[in-house]
């Protein structure tokens, strides 16, 4: 071997990084057994999986009896909806498969795992055993939109800009319409009717898509320069987070009835969600007010330097940098809004949890805790880490952390 | 503590009292300066960072402002856009009178660009984005015209093709080139310069100040905190030495640097010119 002097390197000269291969035994050997420590330390681990896996295992496959669940499907997915109306909480999920495709031409054209998300997700559902034939084919027909919004996306991109924010900003009032009911056209579903993963996911994005902007006023509040809108702000969000969430539903649910005259009747779950909002608006608004606060001044000096007035730079230049820093706590916030949600079983919805007590109880179905409530915690789980995920994606493409 | 030496022509009365038809007028012929501070006094706390500034900068001048660090000359360039406020005197920018109304200090903000010492690029936009974002929402631009503005602008400062990166991509100098069209994009008629160059590395800023200089060339009114004396003295018109919140002296450039009257600025110069 030549001794290589560093100067003979000219500065044009790109080396590039070594590379590294393994195979799979090689991998294995460098990660889990390259010493004779890390080699005990890998059979202790594989001998404690083996002992906690196996018998959890065997009674998933051989024991437990997920009779239960395939009998209840309907009702933990949707409670006590009418069998007769359930094709419009189709008709909502086609109408979000097809904004989620538009969406997925224009603004991640190159993105093969959304395809995969929306394509496979539902595909795979509808292969599943226990499911109805109906389902089956709106499973089927939820991919069929989703592909048709890619294809009209990828068709015009630039015209489908504007149908595609119309869709986004439209959806929730078309939601609450099509499961509520329009009369003449569609016969109204009381809310108490709403049950099951329909009430806690309405429960949820409801919650989630109505705090977060009024956590953020609350926040800019907090921040104000006007007396009036920051003592309100700081008396609210203090006095909020001095009090549980179960004891605003409470409050929500049985003391509000008695304060307001008996004209006026607000419904269970809108009361339950007021509930939700108002509690979770103000842990939004602390959360905000941390991004708001790792701003430097000088942001706020170049923005006023260049004429733009207190709205144009919170607007502009502040918010977003303010939320991109801290969307993993907000995402965090969001998760555990989701399975919070739950507490409104206490005062007496049928959400999924509270679905899971009412089918415990019914005599056929005494001693099934365990089957059900693993059921339950793999949809909450499949959920959580689904917004989990998102967030490490939004994360890497808006580059949070790099500046 | 001597009175501030340096006599200022106008007063603040010149300028309000000239109606409002004929002001705009005087500034352009260069009969009423385009900036004046009068008296110009602020405290931080007890801190009495200003003692009486006085000042004035007629259209198309390049005016330096140098002194020691802590002289309050930075506290003082950002009261004439307002992002200091001041507790007595008066300051009047293109015929607006800084006052706590809020309508005069946007429109004098939008006469007036600034350059800071950090950049403060904004992180989140690209380099186009930064530059267009006020044309576009405070004069209301057609984003097509803003773009074409601010293309032309980053080719005078030598980064057209670093348009659409983001800051956060960029190096120092290129940065404040960046924060100097995106000032210009405004089309202000005063541009200030609060140390532009301080928190550059050797090399970068040199391409700061070869910007500056054509700027000040082309005739754009300037007001510039630095410590760059070279620049001063290619292109300024007046220099003010600032010690201790007050204005010890001014003069042209010659006399500063070759006759200078106080012992203060003396040893200032001494110091900072080997």
Do not use: C
């Not at chain 1, 056929?364 to 059900?372: A, C, M, P, T, W």
Request: no cysteine; aromatic share 10%.
């Amino acid at each position: 071997m030549m001794n290589r002097e560093p100067e003979q390197y000219t500065t044009g000269e790109v080396l590039a990084p070594p590379t590294e291969r393994y195979t799979v035994l090689g991998w294995l050997k460098k990660n889990l057994f390259s010493t004779w420590y890390y080699t005990l330390l890998t059979l202790v681990t594989i001998y404690i999986l083996y002992i906690v896996l196996k018998p959890t295992l065997i009674w998933a496959f051989t024991q437990a009896q997920w009779q239960v669940v395939v009998v209840n499907l309907r009702l933990f997915m949707v409670g006590q909806y009418p069998a007769d109306q359930v094709f419009r909480i189709w008709i909502a999920l086609h109408l979000l498969a097809l904004t989620a495709g538009l969406a997925w031409a224009i603004w991640l054209p190159r993105s093969r795992r959304t395809g995969a998300f929306l394509l496979l997700i539902p595909l795979a559902l509808a292969a599943l055993p226990f499911i109805s034939s109906f389902s089956r084919i709106n499973w089927i027909l939820f991919a069929v939109f989703a592909l048709a919004g890619w294809g009209l996306g990828t068709w015009k991109p630039q015209a489908m800009r504007r149908p595609l924010l119309a869709l986004l900003l439209a959806y929730f009032p078309i939601l609450i319409l099509l499961i509520l009911g329009v009369q003449p056209i569609l016969k109204i579903v009381k809310t108490n009717l709403w049950g099951g993963l329909l009430l806690t996911m309405l429960l949820a994005v409801v919650g989630i898509a109505v705090s977060f902007p009024l956590g953020i006023l609350l926040a800019l509040g907090r921040k104000s320069e006007l007396p009036i809108v920051k003592f309100f702000s700081i008396i609210y969000i203090e006095f909020i987070r001095g009090v549980p969430l179960v004891t605003v539903l409470f409050m929500a649910e049985l003391m509000l009835p008695l304060f307001l005259p008996p004209q006026i009747v607000i419904d269970n779950v809108i009361r339950a969600m007021a509930g939700i909002i108002l509690f979770e608006a103000a842990y939004m608004a602390e959360n905000v007010r941390g991004g708001l606060q790792a701003i430097p001044t000088g942001q706020y000096e170049a923005a006023w330097a260049l004429g733009l007035n207190g709205f144009q730079t919170t607007f502009f230049i502040i918010l977003p940098q303010a939320l991109r820093n801290v969307i993993p706590v907000l995402v965090n916030q969001f998760i555990s809004l989701f399975k919070d949600t739950t507490l409104v079983a206490i005062v007496g919805l049928l959400d999924l949890l509270g679905i899971a007590s009412a089918v415990l109880a019914q005599p056929e179905f005494l001693g099934k805790q365990r089957e059900v409530y693993v059921f339950i915690a793999l949809i909450y789980w499949v959920f959580s880490y689904a917004m989990s995920y998102a967030s490490r994606r939004l994360e890497v493409a808006l580059g949070v952390g790099e500046r | 503590m001597r009175e501030a030496v340096v006599k200022v022509k106008t007063t603040p009365e010149q300028i309000l009292g000239t109606p409002e038809e004929h002001r705009a007028d005087a500034i352009e012929k260069g009969k009423l300066p385009i900036v004046l501070a009068h008296e110009v006094h602020k405290w931080y706390g007890n801190f009495h960072v200003l003692r009486g500034v006085s000042l004035e900068v007629f259209k198309g001048e390049v005016v330096v402002i140098f002194g020691p660090s802590g002289s309050g000359k930075s506290t003082f360039i950002r009261t004439i856009n307002r992002l200091e406020e001041y507790q007595k005197g008066k300051i009047i920018v293109d015929g607006t009178e800084l006052s706590r109304d809020i309508r005069n200090i946007e429109k004098i903000r939008m006469e007036t660009g600034m350059v800071f010492q950090q950049f403060n690029l904004f992180p989140h936009l690209t380099v186009l984005q930064n530059i267009t974002l006020a044309p576009i929402q405070v004069r209301k631009w057609p984003k097509d015209k803003a773009e074409e503005v601010a293309m032309q602008l980053l080719k005078r400062v030598g980064i057209p093709d670093q348009a659409n990166k983001f800051p956060g991509q960029l190096s120092g100098g290129q940065q404040q080139r960046v924060a100097i069209a995106r000032a210009l994009a405004m089309q202000p008629k005063i541009m200030l310069f609060d140390e532009p160059t301080s928190a550059l590395d050797p090399e970068m800023i040199k391409e700061v100040l070869d910007v500056m200089v054509e700027l000040a060339e082309s005739g754009m009114t300037m007001l510039v905190v630095t410590h760059e004396m070279g620049f001063a003295r290619a292109v300024a018109d007046r220099m003010y030495f600032f010690d201790q919140g007050q204005i010890v002296e001014s003069g042209p450039p010659e006399q500063i640097f070759t006759n200078p009257q106080e012992d203060r600025t003396k040893l200032f110069l001494s110091q900072i010119l080997h």
